[in-house]
């Protein structure tokens, strides 16, 4: 799922970052057919940590040797919000967006903790506030250390705002 600011103008819509509208077009086919929801921007979260935070999965994906999407899916149930069916049958669905995974039957299995085999609802990225972000980067930071994973230029990039 990609996620980008729109800008209603005078004759339509436009990508708010040019660059966006170029990262979209490499992204799928010429000629796909894409789902496109749209709804009122909220600045609840930041575009830098926004950037920070992607670009970060991207080089954790390219250490794993897989796709961006699949280790997104990983971190997001190893730290971020979840909510198992199981818990949805006794206080209902969750208030936010979300997807649901299974860490059993994920491409990335041996990298999770010894986790039951059940479904979960994972909170939409799209959806953390600014605090829930910073905690992602800063738990993205302490992974990537570990793990051996050069993040300087990401980090660099972060404290410089670009």
């Known amino acids: 799922?990609?996620?980008?600011?729109?800008?209603?103008?005078?004759?339509?819509?436009?990508?708010?970052?040019?660059?966006?509208?170029?990262?979209?077009?490499?992204?799928?086919?010429?000629?796909?057919?894409?789902?496109?929801?749209?709804?009122?921007?909220?600045?609840?979260?930041?575009?830098?940590?926004?950037?920070?935070?992607?670009?970060?999965?991207?080089?954790?994906?390219?250490y794993y040797q897989t796709s961006v999407d699949t280790f997104k899916l990983y971190w997001k149930f190893e730290h971020g919000l979840r909510v198992s069916l199981d818990e949805m049958e006794i206080s209902g669905p969750p208030p936010w967006p979300g997807q649901w995974y299974s860490p059993i039957r994920s491409s990335l299995n041996e990298m999770h903790s010894d986790k039951e085999d059940k479904f979960w609802f994972l909170k939409s990225e799209a959806s953390y506030t600014m605090a829930e972000e910073r905690e992602h980067i800063d738990k993205l930071i302490v992974f990537c250390s570990e793990s051996d994973i050069d993040i300087e230029d990401i980090l660099a990039g972060m404290e410089k705002g670009t």
């Open 1 to 62: 799922m990609i996620t980008a600011k729109m800008v209603r103008g005078e004759t339509g819509l436009r990508f708010a970052d040019s660059d966006m509208g170029k990262t979209v077009a490499r992204s799928f086919p010429v000629g796909a057919l894409l789902e496109v929801q749209i709804r009122k921007w909220s600045d609840d979260r930041s575009d830098r940590q926004r950037r920070t935070i992607h670009a970060m999965w991207q080089r954790c994906a390219q």
